[in-house]
């Protein structure tokens, strides 16, 4: 014991001798050579190197600069994190806003940038003025860049007025989706409008703006924008109902540096088509820097597409999702003249068959992603179509079509595609277990596999698919009608981090054979599943050493006492969908909601 004892301390030793700039680069390293993008993805990693040493702990601090939180932290949290420079409220519930921005040290909030108050009732004021008033005291240094305020419930003119007046800085707006809170009369609207048009003067600095979803923007406050922001690049302005047709084209005639354009409900009048559609394809003409174009669901002609495609426009990003009044040839005549297109949605595009949808594919030799979910006549022969004429394409969206119908290629025949990384294929009831077998040998390097709702898959066939495709860390497998236990090498599963069973037949032990599968597990979806108890979900949670999601949404077998327990056995849980009737004691929520958001 001694001995042990002794070589423990030898370790310590050695490890804290080894000079903190030396660990910057070996967790710099672990960082860049396991591709870890994602913000929580790469928190969580973080949050694991902590725990080794003291030393660590502190290193691995300074990688850090973004932040959620859900509940009130601690004093020293601000403090450990010294290099924050974006702050993510969106879900914080442990009480009042307000305070908590109050108490954020100035040297912290000078390092900031970035600020997300989404998805609260009101827009916290007072704490931001108490921010401003700290800072202007002990360091003017406060530039907030980014500011997101989308789905408050009460985002009133005044508010606006005020972000108008206190951070002049800023370069992204996001206020989408906001109440105004003041009713429908003329003079709120005029009040609202007001306030933009200021926002407009004031923040002249701005390069992206998103309005959508707001009732009350119009024309005006468009064209404000496009005239005094000079270095403004991109406008969202999705389902604006006050916003005109030549309201837009008037506007970003003003603004010919903008790269991105999002409108949604864009609807071209029959009446005067002719004349609209000549006066938009003019003002998107002068874009010559545009790179993104999203009509989302709206009426346009195949005219339009013509244009788009004469003039000569460098977009490497095109949504026509839900789109109608088009036609083939108008796309094919688009996509024959842009062929450096990256990214294509084209959802809900009913005219799509195989042939024509293989003609389109030899334009697309540079696409990353596309989506053609909702296409229900494209069958296997598209999907190997896209493969075979898309060599960089990461991403593929098909749900609901017809793939797993038609011929597919011999296992002799098979291609490797290394850069698919994505494959949505939910709702799709005609691919089976031949088509599973063939995608672990054509896709070694999948990261995400989404077979919702796909009923003629076998078990036996997803875990040898994932014992091919080790890489895969994400599984969508909704509707699993037989969950059986996944017979599979430990090992060779260990890297799956997210996995939704929800709507499937699964029962305790096969949820508790799973969790003895997937011990790095970060989120699991068991919504719907209505045989699973309480006894399967402790064992599974006590398996599940990482977790920090699981959805028990109406899964009528498991008690609501089941919520505390989880969050005493489980640290790691940050949010938890609980089961049906649940009713949060006064004191449950003083002891245990602190770190672990509820719903």
Known sequence: ???????????????SDIPNDCWELVVSKLLNDNEIDKVEERNHYLETLSMVSKQLLSISSTFVNTFKLISNPSSRLFHRFTNLTSLDLSTF?????????????PASVSRLTSLNLSNHPTFPKLGLQSIILNNNNNNPTFRLTSLICSNIASLKFTDITFIAHSFPFLQHLDISFASGGGGDDDCIKEDYNNALNLVARKLSNLLKVNLSGNVYVNDSSLLELCINCEFLQEVLILHCPLITHAGIAFAIRRRPSLNSLSISNFREDPTQIDDFTSYFIDSLATLKNLTCLDLSFSGISDVLLYSIALDHLPLRKLVLQGCYNYTYTGISYLLSKRPSLQHLDLRHAVFLDDQRFNHLCQFLGDLVSINVGCC???????????????PMLAEIRMESTKIGIGPTPSVVDLVVYPQVKSLHLAYNSALADKHINIFGFMFPKLQLLDLSFCRHISQQHIAILLKRCNKIRHLEFACFPQAKPFSIDFDEASNLEVLNLSHST?????????????????????GHCYDVTDKGVGLAVENFTHLREINLRQCRKVSTNIVSSMIFSRPSLRKITAPPHFRPRDCDR??????????
């Open 93 to 105: 519930h442990g009480g009042d806003i307000n305070a908590l921005l109050s108490r954020i040290p």
């Open 1 to 15: 014991m001694a001995m042990a004892m002794a070589s423990s301390s030898r370790k310590r030793m050695a490890s």
């Open 590 to 599: 003083k002891l245990l909601f602190r770190q672990c958001l509820v719903f």
């Open 506 to 526: 699964i029962e305790d032990e096969e949820l508790y054979e799973i969790s003895k599968f997937f011990p790095r597990l970060l989120q699991l979806d068991l």
């Open 376 to 390: 229900d006549k494209l069958t296997n022969s598209s999907f190997f179509a896209l493969l075979t004429n898309c």
